[in-house]
């Protein structure tokens, strides 16, 4: 695939929204999440329990895509996404890593994850809709930073666009992307457990959530006491590692 240069011309209208989804999509993004389950209840996949735990299984084999894509990422050559002060900022060109393969792995890593979790979901609307919301998020957000970087980096950005899908990774490259270059795993339980905890929690909840719908909340004791063991479990390691970042153990991972 032609691999896609920036649109210096895009319209102000998608850069303002770029800037506004960059600076609140911590909060925004989880909220679009949670009304869209609400708003759409789970379904049954074809009316089916067995096709429904099949489909549940398909969406987390998809979360878990995208983990292991951000665990690559960061792994090799992280790059932190929160800019400066909300807003979009970059030190340094980073073309190395998974970032030689795709322009923007990190977004593609959270664009399966939120997949995934609407997959298990299992509402049709919930997932349509979704995807057109996050779609235009993801896109708005890269049109900004897109931006950004040509001003900063100018030809030297272009030419990496140029070399570069923005999206869907070129394989081919990850080799010579990767040369020389050793996974760094300390980095990747510093820099990730909050996101594993965010859509495991996500998850759990989903599960619970589909069981009270379908099976009233007798029904949905199990679920519901699986998910709370689930979370605290996960809890209980994020704060584990937290400590462990913040009294310096795993300080050689730090970006």
């Given at each position: ?20 989804f ?45 983990q ?17 002060n909300?807003r ?5 060109l ?38 057109l ?20 980096f ?10 570069v ?64 063991a ?26």
């Open positions: 695939m032609e691999p896609a240069l920036p649109r210096t011309g895009s319209p102000s209208g998608l850069l303002a929204w770029g800037d506004f960059f600076r609140y999509r911590n909060s925004v993004f989880p909220l679009v999440l949670a009304g869209l389950c609400i708003l759409f209840p789970p379904r049954l996949a074809g009316g089916s329990l067995v096709l429904d735990r099949w489909l549940d299984l398909v969406g987390l084999a998809v979360v878990l895509a995208g292991a894509l951000r665990a690559a990422v960061i792994g090799f050559a992280y790059i932190k996404r929160g800019g400066r909300k979009v900022y970059a030190a340094s980073v073309t190395t890593g998974l970032f030689g393969v795709c322009r923007n792995p990190l977004y593609l890593g959270n664009a399966l994850i939120i997949a995934g979790l609407l997959i298990v979901h299992g509402n049709p609307a919930a997932c349509l809709f979704g995807l919301f996050f779609g235009f998020a993801y896109r708005s957000i890269v049109a900004t930073e897109e931006r950004f970087l040509v001003g900063k100018g030809a030297g950005y272009l030419d990496y666009c140029r070399s899908p923005r999206w869907w990774p070129d394989l081919g490259r990850f080799a010579e992307a990767t040369e020389g270059m050793t996974f760094d795993w300390r980095r990747v339980v510093a820099n990730d457990y909050g996101t594993v905890f965010t859509w495991v929690t996500a998850v759990s909840l989903l599960f619970a959530y589909e069981g009270a719908y379908n099976a009233g909340p007798a029904g949905a004791a199990p679920r519901l006491l699986a998910a709370a689930l979370i605290l479990s996960v809890g209980a390691l994020a704060l584990t590692i937290r400590h462990l970042k913040k009294s310096g153990r795993l300080a050689a991972a730090q970006t």
